[in-house]
């Protein structure tokens, strides 16, 4: 068994929760960020506020540092969909905290957790949750899917780069599907007016993904280096990919 250090945002509830749950009963040792009480050693922390992007990024340098790791990965989870609508008929506040969670969180935690493995000399992996909602529009989801769009980019150009100086550290951005979360239910919840399709959400409740499920090849995942083979591929830096996939 490996020392691994596994810290996961949005830990409170959901892939999170989950993903915590497993790695602990995989040994690993578990640290989560969110706004609500989590697993593990936790910092309680609301991502979509500039102001905790270098606390958190502090306490996790902390955490590397206090003992010789085998590997420490880092999982950007954390997201929110809230405000549902149309781009200028939304309140303005939530959207902007959309858009720094969503589009600006994982960059600059990101880039903070990279340059924290580095100076450890640790494998390492970084993780960002992404979306199909960062591949195509979804009329209503304009910040969500904006930001989605924002952490593939982020994982292709980071991960190039880590190649590039050929690093340890291994970027991925990754789909968990469609999963049986809150954020589903939320969707479920929305009108035709705010966000169109509605009605085909509400029809693919009966095929939803057990966070569970997602949350062990997410955990399987994050074993692998740049070049391993994963499932039937081999993991590229900076890949972007869906759990499908593997």
């Given amino acids: 068994m490996t020392n691994t ?3 996961i945002t949005g830990a409170s509830s959901g892939i999170g929760a989950e993903l915590a749950k497993q790695a602990d009963a995989a040994g690993h040792v578990v640290a989560t960020v969110s706004r609500r009480p989590g697993p593990g050693q936790h910092f309680a922390a609301d991502l979509s506020d500039p102001a905790s992007w270098g606390a958190v990024s502090s306490w996790t340098a902390e955490l590397v540092e206090s003992q010789t790791w085998d590997r420490v990965v880092f999982i950007h989870n954390a997201g929110n969909l809230h405000p549902v609508g149309f781009a200028g008929e939304v309140d303005c506040d939530a959207y902007i905290e959309n858009i720094l969670l969503n589009s600006a969180s994982p960059q600059a935690l990101g880039e903070r957790f990279i340059a924290t493995a580095e100076k450890a000399g640790v494998p390492a992996q970084f993780q960002v949750i992404t979306s199909g909602a960062g591949k ?10 904006a930001g989605k769009a924002a952490g593939d980019m982020w994982a292709r150009t980071a991960g190039a780069e880590r190649a590039e100086r050929g690093s340890a550290v291994t970027i991925v951005a990754v789909g968990p599907g469609v999963v049986d979360t809150g954020m589903q239910a939320l969707i479920r919840d929305q009108n035709a007016e705010t966000f169109p399709l509605v009605e085909q959400f509400q029809g693919m ?5 057990a966070p569970g499920d997602v949350a062990a090849k997410l955990l399987m995942l994050s074993t692998a280096d740049a070049g391993d083979t994963v499932g039937s591929m081999t993991l590229e830096n900076g890949a972007v990919i869906d759990v499908s996939q593997f």
């Fill in 136 to 145: 195509r529009p979804f009329l209503g989801w304009s910040s969500y899917c």
């Fill in 5 to 7: 250090l596994m810290i």
């Fill in 205 to 209: 409740e009966s095929q939803l993904a």
